[in-house]
């Protein structure tokens, strides 16, 4: 049997932390919304018992049980005890180490094929929960839609879909460790975020006031390693984009804009800075 599905790519259009858990972990507060930028998983699963296998078409990515998406398969395969041999064969849209979520999207994909295969019945909210041990991010990859994430990452309220605006998605070649900025958070000195007011916003399907809302306290911890990250911002902004702003940890940042032309001129506008670039349509 082979399954292939979408694994799109993750954006925050809201990035908070209210305070970090006893254990170190940080709770979460954010609105996540996926983009049309994808990796396609493909899932072959073989008739006699054997190993998990991963491959990818991109040098950078452990194909062992580092992979997100090994690690996936491996939760399903040992708590419903399942011995099929699996290779999954991951082709790469999304760039890697870049806040967009690929790797979390990847295991997320891997868990709705999974579970649909071998018919397990697990809801989505069941998919999520189980899913946190991998990354903080693949309870809302399960999901895929604009959400509200909170708690750790496993708590998803969905949103009303929104209209299909257009995204400038730019990483530059740059390497930003997730694990250094989140231990430089200082909670005496955040500026949080208004969510609710974002929230009330696309409830409202008020996207002019919602772009007012959007924000990534984690933005200047960042910039301050890679100032030219807020160049980049500076620059789409300029060019007219809707909102701009750095995705998770960074470096990608992306543009929103409420037609392909403004997209295009933002995309045009940044070449120079950046030759990394996407230009999709929020899902």
Same mark, same amino acid.
Request: glycine residues 6%; aromatic residues 6%.
């Given at each position: 049997m082979l399954i +292939?599905?979408?694994?799109?790519? #993750?954006?925050?259009l809201s990035l908070d932390t209210p305070r970090r858990y006893f254990d170190g972990m940080l709770k979460w507060d954010m609105v996540m919304v996926?983009?049309? $930028?994808?990796?396609?998983?493909?899932? =072959?699963? %073989?008739?006699?018992?054997?190993e998990i296998k991963v491959y990818t078409d991109s040098s950078f990515l452990p194909n062992d049980q580092r992979n997100l998406a090994f690690q996936a398969a491996n939760i399903l395969r040992n708590r419903f005890h399942r011995r099929e041999g699996l290779t999954i064969n991951i082709k790469k849209n999304i760039p890697v180490a870049a806040g967009l979520g690929g790797g979390s999207s990847d295991a997320a994909a891997?868990?709705?094929?999974?579970?649909?295969?071998?018919?397990?019945?697990?809801?989505?909210?069941?998919?999520?929960r189980l899913?946190?041990?991998?990354?903080?991010? @693949?309870?809302?990859?399960?999901?895929?839609?604009?959400?509200? @994430? +909170?708690?750790?990452?496993?708590?998803? =309220? $969905?949103?009303?879909?929104?209209? %299909?605006?257009?995204? @400038?998605?730019?990483k530059q070649q740059?390497?930003?460790? +997730?694990?250094?900025?989140?231990?430089?958070?200082?909670?005496?000195?955040?500026?949080?975020?208004?969510?609710? #007011?974002?929230?009330?916003? $696309?409830?409202?399907?008020?996207?002019? +006031?919602?772009?007012k809302y959007m924000g990534n306290v984690l933005e200047p911890l960042t910039m301050r390693y890679y100032p030219e990250i807020k160049r980049l911002k500076d620059k789409m902004?300029? $060019? !007219?984009?809707?909102?701009?702003?750095?995705?998770?940890? !960074?470096?990608?940042?992306?543009?929103?804009?409420?037609?392909?032309?403004?997209?295009?001129r933002v995309q045009n506008?940044?070449?120079?800075?950046?030759?990394?670039?996407?230009?999709v349509t929020l899902l």
């Open positions: +292939t599905e979408k694994a799109p790519a #993750k954006l925050n996926s983009a049309d $930028l994808a990796d396609y998983v493909t899932v =072959e699963i %073989h008739d006699q018992p054997g891997v868990l709705r094929i999974l579970n649909s295969a071998w018919d397990l019945g697990l809801s989505l909210e069941e998919l999520a899913s946190l041990s991998i990354d903080s991010d @693949v309870p809302y990859c399960v999901y895929g839609k604009l959400a509200h @994430v +909170t708690e750790h990452g496993e708590k998803i =309220e $969905l949103l009303p879909h929104q209209p %299909h605006y257009w995204v @400038v998605i730019a740059i390497s930003v460790s +997730t694990p250094q900025i989140l231990r430089q958070i200082d909670y005496t000195k955040i500026k949080h975020l208004e969510n609710e #007011k974002l929230i009330e916003s $696309l409830e409202n399907s008020d996207w002019q +006031t919602a772009t902004i300029e $060019l !007219g984009a809707d909102v701009a702003q750095m995705s998770g940890t !960074g470096p990608s940042v992306f543009a929103i804009c409420h037609t392909e032309s403004r997209a295009r506008g940044i070449s120079g800075f950046c030759r990394n670039v996407n230009i």
